[in-house]
């Protein structure tokens, strides 16, 4: 089956600072890549749709310039969290669909910003 | 746009006991959905999916789910728990088969009693 991975699967950092996610599909080319995010005990919202080779779609509400997304190949998206502060720590998961497929999710990646 | 509701946030079961999870949907065309499960930490698996046809559709892991179109509903079934169902469950409806505009609903939590 479709595999995704992400990277790393937790990370701690100071406030200010800047986090980069990955997102890879690894045994498949994805010219779509979505991000969500994840508060405890709660369902997952959508963040952004990620498209190789041009820029994302985000979601109303979503901060473009404080949530980066870079899709420069198909098996590979990247989030990066920009200035970090408490409020951004979450579990930010990737999904990616392989063709006219259904949606793979990553394991997710936990944010703590101290 | 389409949303779904899941009623119940924690059910607790005894171990071989029958499951059923539910969920509702709202969306004006034919929607795609969807069921999937979250272990603490991780990423989603996907259950099962219903496009079309038959509107009972088996699953992975022994599940299967029921799509009512008269009652909006595709609730999610067992017939027999097993204490690694533990988890949580996520019904999701889709606008197309290309899943690029999925929403999810807010999740129930699958308690299982020895």
């Known amino acids: 089956g479709a595999v995704v991975s992400q990277h790393p699967s937790r990370v701690i950092c100071k406030s200010g600072t800047s986090v980069k996610i990955e997102c890879r599909s690894l045994?498949?080319?994805?010219?779509?890549m979505f991000w969500y995010r994840q508060f405890p005990k709660q369902s997952l919202m959508l963040m952004a749709t990620?498209?190789?080779?041009?820029?994302?779609?985000?979601e109303q509400g979503v901060e473009k310039d404080k949530f980066l997304i870079n899709h420069a190949s198909l098996t590979l998206s990247t989030l990066t969290v920009t200035s970090a502060h408490p409020e951004d720590s979450s579990f930010y998961i990737c999904?990616?669909?392989?063709?006219?497929?259904?949606?793979?999710f990553g394991p997710g990646t936990r944010l703590t910003v101290l | 746009a389409q949303s779904v509701t899941q009623p119940d946030i924690h059910i607790t079961v005894s171990e071989g006991a029958s499951l059923e999870l539910r969920c509702n949907y709202s969306?004006?065309?034919?929607?795609?959905l969807f069921w999937y499960v979250q272990s603490p930490g991780q990423g989603l698996q996907l259950l099962l999916k219903y496009f079309s046809g038959d509107t009972l559709v088996q699953g992975i892991k022994g599940f299967e789910a029921e799509f009512k179109r008269s009652q909006s509903s595709f609730n999610l079934r067992k017939p027999s728990v097993h204490w690694s169902d533990a988890a949580e469950y996520f019904c999701a409806v889709g606008i197309s088969y290309l899943n690029n505009d999925m929403r999810f609903g807010a999740g129930t939590r699958l308690t299982v009693k020895p």
């Open positions: 045994d498949f080319q994805a010219t779509t």
């Open positions: 990620s498209n190789e080779g041009s820029k994302a779609t985000y």
């Open positions: 969306y004006g065309a034919t929607p795609y």
């Open positions: 999904s990616a669909i392989p063709g006219t497929d259904t949606q793979y």
